[in-house]
């Protein structure tokens, strides 16, 4: 069974710039070329904002870009803003046509 | 526009069946790579991916939940429903709906709103 480890918790003053990893363990992980992120704010549904590691959805901030290296996918968000308070999901598609879902990584601007 | 959103009971008890629907438009489940998934996120925790049904209704569920899972589509109605047997407490979450189209990848564009179900007695 796989899984998509990511931090619990990252934080930054307003401007900097944070990297949320979400590293894969397990075989069934496609390459991390299925990778998507999402921004949940609290009550709300998830919002789509990177897919296929490194594509940007219509209508996204460019402070929001993302890479990958070996089993491990990374979001960073630069220029960070209050509104970027939230929590951030990975997932993956699997080789068995299901998904897997990262623990989520709470953002705090300080 | 694309739009899903998710009815269904908002309570209901240990060992029942919940019966969830997924209503959408703005795009059609006949439409080639078209698929809807079902994800739950309990109260303060991590989304969980249950299940997705394609438009040739091809299904995969979650294998640590296949057992208690079934998903299905009327396609007439642009509705996708999931069921869920033999609920238990730590079935309360939130339940959501969510679009794939795999011309495009493999990530839930877009979302419905959310139903929260909560198991008790």
């Known amino acids: 069974q796989s899984a998509l480890t990511q931090p619990a918790s990252v934080s930054g003053s307003p401007g900097q710039s944070i990297t949320i990893s979400c590293t894969a363990t397990?075989?069934?992980?496609?390459?991390?070329?299925?990778v998507s992120w999402y921004q949940q704010h609290p009550g709300k549904a998830p919002k789509l904002i990177l897919h296929?590691?490194?594509n940007r959805p219509s209508g996204i901030s460019n402070r929001f870009s993302g890479s990958k290296s070996g089993n491990t996918a990374s979001l960073t968000i630069s220029g960070l803003q209050a509104e970027d308070e939230a929590d951030y999901y990975c997932?993956?598609?699997?080789?068995?046509?299901?998904?897997?879902f990262g623990s989520g990584t709470k953002v705090t601007v300080l | 526009q694309v739009t899903l959103r998710e009815s269904g009971p908002a309570l209901v008890k240990p060992t029942q069946t919940l019966t969830l629907t997924c209503t959408f438009s703005?795009?059609?489940?006949?439409?080639?790579?078209?698929?809807i998934n079902w994800i739950r996120q309990p109260p303060g925790k991590a989304l969980e991916w249950l299940a997705r049904?394609?438009?040739?209704?091809?299904?995969f569920y979650n294998p640590s939940l296949k057992p208690r899972l079934t998903i299905s589509k009327d396609t007439s109605k642009n509705q996708v429903v999931l069921t869920v047997t033999t609920l238990d407490p730590v079935d309360t979450a939130a339940y959501f709906c969510?679009?794939?189209?795999?011309?495009?990848?493999?990530?839930?564009?877009?979302w419905g709103q959310g139903a929260p179900v909560t198991v008790s007695s």
């Open positions: 997932t993956s598609y699997t080789s068995r046509n299901t998904y897997v």
């Open positions: 397990g075989s069934d992980v496609h390459d991390h070329n299925y």
């Open positions: 969510a679009r794939t189209h795999h011309i495009d990848g493999y990530h839930f564009d877009y």
């Open positions: 703005g795009f059609s489940l006949r439409t080639s790579g078209m698929s």
């Open positions: 296929g590691v490194t």
């Open positions: 049904i394609d438009w040739d209704d091809d299904k």
